[in-house]
């Protein structure tokens, strides 16, 4: 009897999952291509569009958000296609010309983290865009106790900062 209720309650499972992955797949662009970014395509990135500034008392930074596709982003729907890269470069409060820290987004696309729209993060603390290889990953990266794709749900293609 244990078995019996054992199979049935795995075939429900699977079928639930299938269910949920049809219904996913039908919402979310798939790529076939990956893009797989290295500091190298970063690097000249304060020349790139401007998104946002913001201000960060929390952390005692001041920050400048870049994206290097600006003309391939979809400003009504707020999407970015594959090779979009974002890169927040934190600045400190006392000294304005020092770079503390990056964040970054970029579009990876192929089979890498398709939960987080395909976008990989990475992360320094140091500015140095080498540095980045260091650590990054999917949305279980984390920064200062949180993931990145917890402050990023609920945005438009997880980008809290559009485009505009």
């Not at 000249?44 to 600006?70: A, H, L, M, V």
């Not at 400003?75 to 820290?101: F, N, Q």
């Not at 990145?148 to 945005?155: D, E, K």
Request: net charge negative; hydrophobic share 35%; charged share 25%.
């Amino acid at each position: 009897m244990k078995l019996k209720t054992i199979i049935i309650t795995m075939v429900s499972l699977i079928s639930l999952l299938n269910i949920t992955a049809c219904v996913y797949n039908d919402a979310v662009t798939l790529y076939e291509e990956e893009f797989i970014f290295s500091p190298e395509d970063i690097e000249g990135y304060q020349e790139w569009t401007i998104i946002d500034y913001s201000d960060r008392p929390d952390i005692n930074q001041w920050r400048t958000i870049y994206i290097n596709k600006p003309e391939e982003a979809d400003r009504t729907e707020g999407s970015y296609p594959l090779g979009t890269i974002l890169v927040k470069e934190g600045r400190s409060y006392s000294d304005r010309t020092k770079v503390v820290s990056l964040q970054v987004m970029a579009k990876r696309g192929g089979t890498f983290n398709p939960l987080g729209n395909y976008w990989e993060w990475a992360y320094t603390a140091s500015g140095d865009i080498h540095a980045l290889n260091d650590y990054r990953g999917d949305n279980s990266l984390t920064l200062n106790g949180n993931t990145c794709i917890s402050c990023h749900q609920g945005y438009n293609d997880l980008v809290v900062k559009q485009y505009k």
